[in-house]
């Protein structure tokens, strides 16, 4: 917990009791901190100092409050300060006072400086831009330059050191009250990982999910409460995610305990993490907690062959000849899994990365696919490309296209052929085909059936015998 004093306008008041302190976490690289401690407030005008706030704190987002809504204060003024500490900053906080000057001694017989008092009338300090020369008075005069080295009296290093938020509060009586701040900080940021362990042969996978957090904010966050928001939260410019950095992965398989899980609840149109414990998290520092915990779970592999899929319906009408054949002959690798309470899911699972295990004939572990989740409500089936087959490939050529423009129709036909190389095992493979020429299509001719997906595009599922290959055409007319 962060270090809190306060002092009268008048004078110092005694250091107030430590608080509460909490974390909402957005993955935008944002947080909110919120802190609940006592302060002690004199009649009158009160300086209260809050030290230890972060460096990247957001000024205009500070809130100070009373949580109970029984003791009314006044805020007649609100500072932040994060100054390194410099000399030259030291000395601007003895303006107008006396300081000791170590001067080395002339005598070589004598070891120790020669201190000597002078008065800081300039110490040379400007925020934010370069020092200019300090004004110390010596002896009733005034020179622009140091007259030694400096002595500072001993004064507390969090003072000093860590950033501080201040204000001035009016008070109509002295009381103790518990009081909060929040404040809006960079620095902070989270993501999901997922690891899905599969067995050898066919059966239920068990998945885990971590929370990673990462702490680059300047400061240090103990016995924290922690909560994750999933979603996007609209933002100002100057607040848009940073470039990721390198993250500590870890790979929790079936069998290991990662401890208590995470509860999620709606809030507003986001959804809210709770970690189950309070933690602190070290500036610099990387950690990760449990928050999704599922064995028993099924998944589904499936092939997907999408001759030309960056061919898309722009809204317009296309009647250009375009390639006769596409170059892409990869077959993707997607994993389905069903977010179900049935399926031993059934929460909502935020946006981030997944990797698929499974062990080989002799039960080592391999890595078999990476892929990314994208947010998946609850009872929604979470696609995931995880790679391309090696085994399976498909080729695309048009064989047919004619245009009119008199009668207003484009007829184009396609011949897909899926090469399935594996020795002893048929699969069954998705063709998917963009029908992006106009919005006015139809499938005159087909070898096999069709499933439609959207208003734009179409699949086959086709079945192709183990090492052979199965060819399906078809063909479509536009009108206009």
């Not at 003895?94 to 201190?115: H, M």
Request: aromatic share 8%; charged share 20%.
């Amino acid at each position: 917990m962060k270090l809190l004093l306060f002092s009268c306008m008048l004078g110092l008041t005694a250091p107030l009791a430590h608080g509460n302190l909490s974390l909402t976490v957005y993955n935008q690289n944002l947080a909110l901190v919120r802190d609940v401690f006592q302060i002690h407030l004199k009649s009158g005008d009160n300086r209260v100092e809050y030290l230890g706030a972060s460096s990247q704190t957001e000024p205009d987002s500070v809130i100070l409050r009373d949580s109970t809504g029984q003791h009314p204060f006044e805020i007649l003024e609100q500072n932040f300060h994060h100054s390194p500490a410099t000399q030259a900053w030291l000395l601007s906080q003895f303006e107008g006072k006396e300081l000791a000057f170590a001067v080395p001694s002339q005598d070589r017989n004598r070891v120790k400086p020669t201190l000597i008092t002078g008065r800081i009338i300039r110490s040379g300090y400007v925020p934010d831009g370069d020092p200019v020369q300090p004004i110390v008075e010596v002896h009733g005069q005034w020179q622009f330059s140091l007259p030694g080295e400096p002595r500072f009296p001993a004064m507390n290093p969090d003072t000093i050191l860590k950033p501080s938020l201040n204000w001035v509060l009016r008070s109509s009586k002295a009381e103790t009250m518990p009081a909060e701040v929040d404040y809006v900080t960079e620095g902070l940021n989270w993501s999901a990982t997922y690891n899905l362990m599969e067995p050898d042969s066919e059966g239920p996978a068990s998945l885990n999910g971590w929370i990673t957090l990462e702490n680059r904010s300047g400061t240090d966050y103990k016995n924290a409460k922690v909560q994750v928001m999933a979603g996007d939260v609209g933002q100002s410019a100057d607040n848009m995610p940073q470039p990721e950095t390198p993250r500590l992965m870890m790979a929790t398989l079936a069998g290991q305990s990662a401890g208590p899980e995470a509860s999620e609840r709606s809030f507003d149109d986001f959804h809210l993490y709770s970690l189950p414990n309070p933690l602190s998290l070290k500036d610099q520092e990387i950690k990760q907690v449990s928050f999704i915990q599922a064995a028993g779970v099924k998944t589904s592999r499936t092939y997907l062959y999408d001759g030309l899929p960056e061919s898309r319906f722009y809204g317009r009408l296309d009647t250009s000849e375009g390639m006769d054949s596409s170059p892409n002959t990869k077959v993707r690798l997607e994993e389905e899994i069903v977010n179900s309470k049935t399926n031993h899911l059934g929460i909502p699972l935020p946006a981030g990365t997944l990797r698929i295990y499974r062990e080989d004939s002799e039960g080592n572990i391999q890595l078999t696919g990476v892929g990314q989740v994208q947010a998946t409500p609850q009872n929604e089936t979470l696609h995931l490309a995880t790679g391309n087959a090696f085994d399976i490939t498909g080729e695309r050529q048009r064989i047919r296209f004619q245009s009119d423009d008199t009668t207003r129709v484009l007829t184009e036909s396609f011949s897909i052929t899926i090469h399935n190389s594996k020795p002893e095992e048929a699969v069954k493979v998705q063709v998917r085909e963009h029908l992006s020429r106009w919005k006015q299509w139809t499938i005159v001719e087909s070898s096999d059936s069709y499933v439609k997906l959207n208003a734009q595009t179409v699949e086959f599922p086709v079945i192709v015998p183990a090492d052979s290959q199965k060819t399906l055409t078809y063909a479509v007319k536009y009108t206009w």
